[in-house]
């Protein structure tokens, strides 16, 4: 497993951005691929967006289309979410996770290794 730190949550207008960084250590990091899921209050822990081991593939939910980008710097083992065009419904806490297993990589129980998890709140 590789211990997560998710950073770069805060408040922001609707329409704005935010950029969440998570720092990773242990095992190594380019072996996994770095997922983004948020849980707002009362609901699931939904996926968001993932990036492979290599960084040379993406998925994404569709809400988030067009809007949030990940990236990976395997050199830092950090992994980062570009959100842009802020909606209030994307308000959350949101975790990076990492996952073995790129078949899987849309299911929440497929990722063994959890940050604590960053907060997210967009104001209309």
């Known amino acids: 497993q590789v211990q997560l730190v998710e950073s770069g949550g805060g408040l922001v207008q609707a329409g704005g951005s935010l950029r969440l960084s998570c720092a990773a250590s242990?095992?190594?990091?380019?072996?996994?691929?770095m997922g983004w899921f948020r849980q707002a209050p009362g609901k699931e822990r939904d996926f968001v967006l993932v990036?492979?081991?290599?960084?040379?593939?993406?998925d994404y939910a569709a809400f988030v289309k067009g809007r949030f980008t990940i990236s990976r710097d395997n050199a830092k083992n950090t992994v980062s979410l570009q959100m842009n065009n802020l909606k209030p419904e994307d308000t959350a806490i949101y975790y990076c996770?990492?996952?073995?297993?790129?078949?899987?990589?849309?299911?929440?129980?497929?990722?063994?290794?959890w940050g604590q998890g960053t907060q997210v709140t967009v104001s209309s």
């Open positions: 990036i492979s081991a290599n960084g040379v593939y993406t």
């Open positions: 242990g095992r190594a990091f380019n072996n996994y691929h």
């Open positions: 996770a990492a996952t073995s297993t790129w078949s899987m990589r849309l299911r929440r129980a497929s990722y063994d290794s």
